[in-house]
């Protein structure tokens, strides 16, 4: 890490900093959820002390920042011609707390938003919000030290690791650089780098669930076929009911739908987010079902995170956050049916 | 449709927007036409500026209200100031279509997709074979060819479906036969008592046509079903594999590879398809894997 871009403050000036951010922009941080406690997700901030800089993984990622739950894309008149209107939220706003590994999917749906030809909504939303992220202590779910997560710095404008009873501040941009201007910092020291390091060096040892190979070598694994036992295993637990893909930092496969004003003269089109383990999803109009089996759709989803996009975009489309297998209804485990992919795997290429 | 006697103008070099904001652009139904019970085929003209696409791509037209769904151009690419799509009635989108009268308003996206491949067709035989409404997308293509009919050899049109009363575009089929030499062969799965010409599937005519594989392609499109008979037919007469051109199917919705309804292993059907050589289908197992609902 280079010494020329961290700066040091103490822990308690990290309210100062949410509080003067607040004053300029909305800011979207970690909270406490008020349904369940002890869990966390990304909400608008009410009070500078909502920001909970210690959370666990939230439900859902912060994606929805970029891309909601429910957007709305543009307006329709009836007329002759209709008109259509694009609707655009324009504030800028703050994202922060931002984990490395929700970091590394605003790097990945960077990549597929912007693949030509780019998508104007999701640059447009990214455009405006200015990224703090944060290191974090993994949980028994957390695998980013298998999918090369765990230090991700892109793209944020500011990483704050907690060095004991100061945060240790590396700056990333001119925004990063101007947000510190807003507390009390002093200039880094070689204990305080050695601190970060330690740091990192003791979350990677926190984290227990790993891949038994390399991530790379999981396309070749995958593109060789087969395994249709395995999925169809794993299948036999699934209910298809897409929380795994709902909970996903990287999913991005939307549907659109129109709503009607009640004077049924005009209305709006909205995206939502899809779900590809859905019986709908891959539905054609002729009737057909090019997904119809469980395993397939079970199956497909390995297929586009650790094939089809490693090799569009160059990166497993995974981050190791464990969120769909937090999530996941009937305690399918990412790693644990990723490690069985790869025993099957070398059996099958063993002859047993 | 009357084959253009204008100098062609085939604009190969569609442009994609740089950036997709998915805003329609407005539209207006200037006629349609009912072609079966089922299919009616609607003449659209945008509000600004034309519509330059290239035989086999396609547009999401959208029912304000409705919904946006996914059409084949199948009018004759050299005409951009309008064109036609045909609609058969299936779904939610398709059923707001049939309920407009000429004159409404619509929005269209694109033209979005791969064509089919033209200019390497050319100089060779033309063999078009389409299932259903697959005749849609092939229509263009069809338009095409009869207006650089020096640039092809035999013009071979083979189009199954499953009843007489569906046939669609007969007095298409019936003018490209007299009027530019185009060999026509129909054939219905279910004859009516006026039906005088054979019966059968699409496969039984083709098992007649000799061709010469050396300088041929096909184009075929249908359901899903028909794309592994058609090919293993055109296989036995020796047809390579990249000589053999499929237009697929599926639930398009942004159609520029980011919604993912489309994906085929690891294609997208919108951007690398719809119209696909089967040598780059070989290999990849949802190109064909589709399963009627009713089989379950």
């Known amino acids: 890490m280079e010494k020329s871009i961290c700066r040091v403050f103490p822990v308690r000036g990290l309210v100062t900093l949410v509080e003067q951010l607040m004053q300029k922009h909305p800011v979207m941080g970690p909270r406490e959820r008020a349904d369940q406690p002890g869990f966390y997700k990304f909400d608008w901030l009410e009070t500078p002390e909502d920001f909970i800089p210690e959370y666990t993984t939230t439900t859902l990622p912060p994606k929805k920042a970029f891309f909601p739950p429910e957007q709305t894309l543009f307006r329709f008149q009836s007329g002759l011609p209709p008109e259509f209107r694009m609707i655009r939220e324009n504030f800028p706003f703050v994202l922060a707390g931002v984990h490395p590994c929700d970091l590394a999917a605003l790097d990945m749906l960077d990549r597929a938003y912007g693949h030509p030809p780019a998508e104007s909504l999701w640059h447009e939303n990214r455009r405006r919000a200015v990224v703090i992220a944060m290191d974090c202590m993994p949980d028994d779910y957390c695998f980013c030290t298998s999918v090369g997560t765990c230090d991700e710095r892109f793209p944020c404008d500011l990483f704050l690791t907690n060095i004991g009873d100061e945060y240790l501040a590396e700056i990333y941009s001119s925004k990063g650089q101007q947000i510190l201007t807003g507390v009390r910092t002093r200039g880094v020291r070689e204990r305080d780098l050695k601190k970060a390091e330690q740091q990192r060096r003791l979350k990677k040892e926190a984290v227990s669930a790993r891949f038994n190979s390399p991530v790379a070598r999981l396309a070749g694994i995958l593109e060789k076929g087969g395994l249709t036992d395995v999925w169809k295993q794993i299948a036999e637990h699934c209910y298809s009911c897409g929380s795994c893909n709902i909970t996903c930092p990287t999913c991005f496969c939307f549907n659109m739908h129109d709503t009607f004003d009640f004077t049924l003269q005009g209305g709006t089109r909205h995206r939502s987010w899809d779900s590809c383990q859905l019986l709908e999803f891959a539905l054609i109009a002729g009737g057909e079902n090019m997904r119809a089996e469980r395993w397939q759709r079970v199956r497909h989803r390995w297929y586009r995170k650790f094939l089809y996009l490693y090799r569009q975009f160059g990166r497993p489309y995974c981050t190791g956050c464990g969120r769909c297998s937090r999530a996941c209804t009937a305690d399918i485990n990412m790693v644990d049916v990723t490690n069985g992919l790869i025993d099957g795997a070398r059996s099958e290429a063993a002859g047993v | ?296």
Request: net charge negative.
């Open chain 2, 1 to 296: 449709m009357v084959p253009d006697r204008r100098p062609p103008v085939y604009n190969s070099l569609i442009s994609i927007p740089e950036k997709i904001s998915y805003v329609p652009e407005p539209a207006v139904i200037s006629r349609i036409t009912d072609l079966t019970e089922t299919e009616k085929l609607f003449l659209l003209k945008k509000v600004n500026g034309n519509l330059a696409f290239s035989a086999g791509q396609f547009v999401q037209v959208s029912v304000p209200g409705y919904g946006e769904a996914p059409f084949s151009v199948c009018s004759s690419p050299l005409d951009t100031d309008s064109f036609e799509i045909c609609v058969r009635s299936v779904g939610h989108v398709s059923d707001a279509l049939h309920s407009l009268s000429p004159g409404d308003g619509l929005g269209i996206r694109g033209p979005y997709g791969r064509g089919f491949p033209v200019e390497k067709m050319k100089y060779n035989d033309l063999l078009v074979v389409a299932g259903g409404i697959g005749l849609a997308p092939l229509r263009s293509l069809i338009s095409y060819a009869c207006v650089h009919r020096k640039y092809f050899g035999r013009l071979i049109v083979v189009y199954g479906a499953k009843t007489p009363s569906s046939l669609l575009f007969r007095e298409d089929l019936a003018r490209w036969e007299s009027d530019i030499g185009m060999r026509v062969y129909q054939i219905v799965d279910e004859p009516d008592n006026a039906w005088k010409g054979p019966t059968g599937v699409l496969t039984d005519p083709l098992k007649e046509i000799r061709i010469d594989p050396q300088r041929t392609v096909a184009a075929v499109v249908g359901p899903p079903v028909v794309f592994r008979f058609v090919a293993m037919e055109l296989f036995n007469k020796n047809l390579q594999e990249d000589r053999i051109y499929f237009s697929l199917e599926r639930r398009f919705q942004c159609g520029v590879g980011k919604c993912g309804h489309c994906q085929l292993n690891d294609m997208y059907v919108c951007q690398n398809g719809p119209v696909f050589s089967y040598a780059e289908l070989v290999g990849r197992s949802e190109a064909a894997e589709a399963r009627a609902p009713e089989d379950e």
